[in-house]
Every structure is written in C-alpha cells, then in structure tokens.
C-alpha cells in the first residue's frame, strides 16, 4: 500500500491503467499500421477506403485509450463518497459511449456495410 491508498484503488488504478495502455495498443495498430481487421464488424473487402477508416477509428481509439489512462490515473486522487464514484465511473463511461457512438457515425462513410 502506497501512502494512504486503499489495496482496492491500487487495484482498481493498475487495472484501469493497463486496460488503457492495451486499448492504445489496439489504436495505434489500426490507426498506423492499417490493421482494419481490429475494428469490430470489419469484412474484408468491405471498406470503400480502408485508409481513411482505419485513421478515424483509430483516431477515436486512442482517444479513448488516453481518457482511459487518464481515469484510472485520477481516480486516487479523489477523496470522493460511494455515491460520487458512481458519477465519477458514469462519466467516464458517457463519454467513452459518446466517442464509440462518434466513430460509428463516421466510420459510416468509409465502408459499405460495417
């Protein structure tokens, strides 16, 4: 226990962490290497410019990899109650709803059929 942080907020931080760092790690192969096979519903042959869909979702990817990091690494600093964790989890999860649905939307121009 690392100066007054609870065994279960280490927990929770490292995890949080570390699933941001693998959602970065999944943006940046479909945003710079071009593996569009990484998006979900992707059907080879489907994208009508695999360049373009794999830069705005990938895009979008890391953006969600960043505000994931930056979640987990905020968390324990927060003195915060039960009922203000909810809001504090809520939010994060609006927004990373309100990013996934903006990449679906766009995504939209550049394939057929995702």
């Known amino acids: 226990m690392v100066a007054g942080i609870s065994t279960n907020t280490a927990v ?13 790690w999944l943006g ?9 096979h990484l998006i979900a519903g992707y059907r080879g042959g489907a ?3 695999a360049e373009a869909l794999s830069r705005v979702v990938g ?3 890391l953006v969600v990899a960043a505000v994931t990091v930056l ?3 905020i968390y324990p600093m927060l003195i915060i109650s039960p009922s203000a964790e909810v809001t504090y989890w ?18 939209r121009q550049y394939a057929d059929e995702l």
């Open 12 to 24: 929770v931080t490292a995890v949080t962490v570390l699933t941001g760092v693998f959602i970065g």
């Open 28 to 36: 940046y192969r479909i945003r710079y290497r071009g593996d569009v």
């Open 90 to 107: 809520s939010g994060y999860t609006a927004i990373v709803l309100v990013l996934s649905g903006y990449a679906v939307l766009t995504s």
């Open 71 to 73: 979640a987990g690494l």
């Open 47 to 49: 994208p009508t410019d």
């Open 59 to 61: 895009r979008v990817v």
